[in-house]
């Protein structure tokens, strides 16, 4: 098999294992230990409360972001056009799956192009950063951003998928240099994200002061990447191997309460199994700026554009629920001291 017919399958796979089969991670978010306290008397009109943000100098309706998710095949190229319409209505964020097989396969890049769809979004590329070990440099980085005409380049970090994929890269040695380097001289700000298993505070300071913009934590309690490699895997050692691993990494909420104590002035993305628009809430709360949410919108998506729609919709809704029952006017008000746990 080529590697084009090789990474074209693996997209497809992952499409349908994360849409038909449970991958869900052996452990909870574990924003379920943390509660808004309940205002029975909030002193505000629902019609002022206001969830808008800025991010990367780009106003947002509210602070979701469709978090990355697919491209290089035909079913992604609708699903990224689908999600990009959407973005575009709500005026939300959106990141793209991985352009690797964009930039070895240019005939594959449209299926990631969004930009004439969604002229005005906050858009972010996506590379994974192991790929700056393995022959990549500033210039792949550069090209991915332009084809896009993106606002922010991804680089995400998966080592335990990696290394539970037959002929994965796993040679992650001395990757944080060549990860400043492109901090360096990359035009865009640099986000470094996790797949599923979480950033620790350390490992976000090693990042922040390699020049990275942001943080994407993504941490464990949503899709759990090991159970989508043991699901496609065709090696009886490696799958064994990958089914121990459906309840490993960092949840959500303690790499967001971890890394915005040790850096409070990190600018942070929490995702990693993210439900509902009171779990956006409770991560603004605990110090992200934007939340990222895949699983729900891509089953979303897949059952159609409107069910898309309808799913935003709701999210929006239940966070401005949120913020008017906390007492709430704006994102900055909800995080002054209104969660307990």
């Known amino acids: 098999m080529s590697k084009q017919s090789e990474i074209h399958t693996r997209k497809n796979d992952h499409l349908a294992i994360?849409?038909?089969?449970?991958?869900?991670?052996?452990?909870?978010?574990?924003?379920?230990?943390?509660?808004?306290?309940?205002?029975?008397?909030?002193?505000?009109?629902?019609?002022?409360?206001?969830?808008r943000i800025t991010f990367f100098q780009k106003e947002l309706s509210f602070p979701l972001l469709i978090s990355s998710m697919t491209g290089g095949t035909t079913a992604a190229r609708q699903i990224n056009r689908s999600l990009a319409e959407a973005a575009q209505h709500f005026n939300i964020a959106m990141g793209v799956g991985s352009q690797r097989i964009g930039l070895e396969h240019p005939q594959q890049m449209d299926t990631f192009k969004v930009r004439k769809i969604a002229p005005d979004i906050l858009l972010f590329a996506n590379l994974g950063a192991i790929q700056l070990n393995y022959g990549y440099?500033?210039?792949h980085c550069k090209a991915a951003v332009d084809a896009l005409e993106a606002d922010a380049l991804i680089l995400?970090?998966?080592?335990?998928?990696?290394?539970?994929?037959?002929?994965g890269n796993t040679n992650?040695?001395?990757?944080l240099k060549r990860i400043g380097q492109v901090c360096r001289e990359l035009p865009v700000p640099v986000v470094a994200k996790e797949v599923g298993w979480g950033i620790n505070s350390g490992t976000a300071r090693r990042l922040i002061e390699a020049g990275v913009s942001a943080i994407d934590v993504a941490g464990a309690g949503g899709t759990s990447w090991s159970e989508v490699?043991?699901?496609?895997g065709s090696?009886?050692?490696m799958n064994a191997a990958a089914g121990a691993f459906r309840s490993w990494g960092i949840p959500t909420a303690q790499?967001?309460?971890?890394?915005?104590?040790?850096?409070?002035?990190?600018?942070?993305?929490?995702?990693?199994?993210?439900?509902?628009?009171?779990?956006?809430?409770?991560?603004?709360?605990?110090?992200?700026?934007?939340?990222?949410?895949a699983g729900p919108l891509l089953r979303a998506v897949m059952q159609s554009e409107d069910a898309l729609r309808q799913t935003i919709k709701?999210?929006?809704?239940?966070l401005r629920l949120c913020m008017f029952t906390t007492g709430s006017r704006s994102i900055a008000e909800l995080r002054q001291g209104k969660l307990m746990g």
Do not use: W
Not at 159 to 164: D, K, N, R, S
Not at 172 to 175: E, I, R, Y
Not at 229 to 232: D, G, L, T
Not at 314 to 318: C, D, E, I, R, T
């Open 314 to 318: 709701v999210l929006k809704l239940q």
């Open 229 to 232: 490699e043991k699901q496609r």
């Open 172 to 175: 992650f040695k001395d990757l």
């Open 255 to 293: 790499c967001l309460r971890e890394i915005h104590a040790a850096l409070p002035n990190a600018v942070i993305i929490a995702s990693g199994g993210i439900t509902d628009g009171i779990e956006i809430g409770k991560c603004l709360a605990l110090g992200a700026s934007l939340v990222g949410m």
């Open 137 to 139: 440099s500033i210039e």
């Open 156 to 167: 995400h970090l998966n080592p335990l998928q990696e290394a539970l994929m037959e002929n």
């Open 235 to 237: 090696n009886e050692i």
């Open 18 to 51: 994360n849409t038909r089969q449970d991958v869900r991670s052996g452990i909870l978010n574990g924003l379920e230990n943390y509660h808004f306290t309940h205002n029975a008397l909030p002193e505000i009109d629902l019609a002022e409360v206001d969830c």
